[in-house]
């Protein structure tokens, strides 16, 4: 069941909906059925290595300040 972005013609009120197969979606403002369906980005998690922390300047404790610089 895919959600998807929504502009209503009548009052230009944006919304995103989750849509069960044909079911005819509704301005949740206005209650108009004129709407435009807008694109919409949708994000994605390749697991385990999305959250790893990227390494810091010295690559060991990570201070900001460079190789060194945390003794």
Do not use: N, W
């Amino acid at each position: 069941m895919p959600v998807y972005e929504y502009k209503c013609k009548r009052c230009d009120h944006r919304f995103e909906e989750l849509v069960f197969g044909d079911e005819k979606i509704a301005c949740p403002k206005c209650s108009k059925f004129e709407l435009e369906q807008q694109f919409s980005v949708f994000g994605t998690s390749s697991g385990a290595a999305s959250e790893a922390v990227p390494p810091g300047s010295c690559g060991s404790c990570g201070d900001p300040r460079g190789p060194g610089s945390c003794r």
